[in-house]
Nanobody
């Protein structure tokens, strides 16, 4: 089975940056679509960014477009999320997920990491 472990979260000031990583078990990793989701306190889980299996196609939610960048290194079995120009409203637990189809819906993803906390202060 695919196992995902996120890291890189932390506390930063508004305008700062973080780089999140998601390490995956290597079996079939290069075949999987990867996505990042987040869940803020008292809010529903929301899509952040996605990337296809080869890494040549990415898509983002409107709220993060132009500020966040998703990428992957299949040789290292790792997907990344670069968070720039962070805002307090970006505060959430960030989860990486893996699936077999391109989708912004959490129901389309089969495997999930444990999450990493991102907190942005004013």
């Amino acid at each position: 089975q695919v196992q995902l472990v996120e890291s890189g979260g932390g506390l930063v000031q508004a305008g700062g940056s973080l780089r999140l990583s998601c390490a995956a078990s290597r079996m079939f990793f290069s075949r999987l679509v990867m996505g990042w989701f987040r869940q803020a306190p008292g809010k529903e889980r929301e899509f952040v960014a996605g990337i296809n299996s080869s890494g040549d196609w990415t898509y983002y939610s409107d709220s993060v477009k132009g500020r966040f960048t998703i990428s992957r290194n299949n040789a290292k079995n790792t997907v990344y999320l670069q968070l720039n120009s962070l805002k307090p409203e970006d505060t959430a637990v960030y989860y990486c997920a893996a699936g077999n189809v391109h989708s912004a819906s959490y129901t389309s993803y089969t495997y999930w990491g444990q999450g990493t906390q991102v907190t942005v202060s004013s």
